[in-house]
């Protein structure tokens, strides 16, 4: 893999993943949105790859203005409007999943890319871990009402057809709930739950964010080697792996900062900033 373009004047894929990427604790600093606006400007496409549905970015994180995003672990991508990928949970998988959950009173939200859903009972409890969570940022719980703003408290939830599950609290291990529903899903750490809980999302084994990349590169017409990935959690390794370039955050897994061609400061010191400068990118 290159680490620098490939040609001056070169087109190049950005692929940017949320938290602790480009958002730290939900909240974008302001030397990201310029890094993004100006690596647009000077011709580049930038995108969110992020394991959140559509239904969980509030404006305050697409406020710099993206050429689109690859949603949901890569189970949805579209560019300009245009919806590329849109993989859901086929209905007896769903129903698999729905009721394993239920039978441990898991909190748990099922991802769709319209709106967020939770069990009525669980709703209290979900409330509480993200207060907790978001409560360590220095803005406080900015990031919790964001996402709960996009919650609805669903009775027949196996009709909903969602992309992925995010699980925050269960009485049993998540490989022990995968064991209940079957080989057709797989477990990846969730980076909101503590680490005292049994928690994680659950998405359809085999989607990973680099189809997502690679979904939106084939439209655009730009070679796989023109594609910059940039992450920080265990979602993020197949895309890191794919891009012709791929960052992750210092800190970062030990495995992904092995297959990254570098890394990069945290949101809090702006590393995207340095990042694209470095790239020729801004």
Do not use: W
Not at 126 to 131: E, M, S
């Amino acid at each position: 893999m290159s680490t620098t373009p490939s040609t001056t004047g070169t087109v190049r894929a950005i692929f940017l993943d949320v938290d602790g990427t480009y958002a730290d604790y939900g909240v974008v600093p302001d030397g990201h949105v310029r890094a993004v606006q100006a690596a647009r400007k000077a011709g580049h496409r930038v995108f969110l790859c992020t394991g959140r549905p559509v239904s969980m970015l509030p404006p305050s994180i697409l406020a710099a203005g993206f050429d689109g995003l690859v949603a949901s672990a890569g189970a949805y991508a579209e560019v300009a409007g245009t919806v590329l990928v849109d993989r859901r949970f086929p209905a007896d998988l769903a129903a698999r999943t729905v009721r394993a959950l239920d039978a441990h009173d898991a909190v748990y939200v099922l991802e769709a890319q319209e709106a967020l859903h939770v069990p009525p009972a669980a709703l209290e409890r979900l409330r509480a871990i993200l207060d907790a969570h978001f409560e360590q940022a220095p803005e406080g719980p900015v990031g919790s009402s964001d996402i709960l703003r996009a919650v609805r408290t669903t009775s027949n939830r196996a009709d909903v057809p969602f992309a992925k599950v995010s699980v925050f609290d269960s009485p049993v291990a998540m490989e022990s709930l995968v064991g209940e529903i079957g080989g057709d899903v797989a477990v990846v750490a969730n980076s909101v739950a503590d680490e005292g809980r049994h928690a994680g999302e659950l998405y359809q084994r085999g989607i990973s964010k680099a189809d997502g990349v690679a979904a939106v590169a084939a439209h655009l017409g730009i070679a796989q080697a023109d594609t910059i990935a940039v992450g920080d959690g265990a979602n993020d390794l197949e895309m890191i792996a794919y891009a012709g370039v791929g960052i992750a955050i210092e800190g970062s897994l030990p495995e992904l900062v092995a297959l990254a061609d570098r890394t990069a400061a945290p949101p809090r010191q702006e590393g995207l900033v340095a990042a694209f400068a470095e790239l020729g990118l801004i």
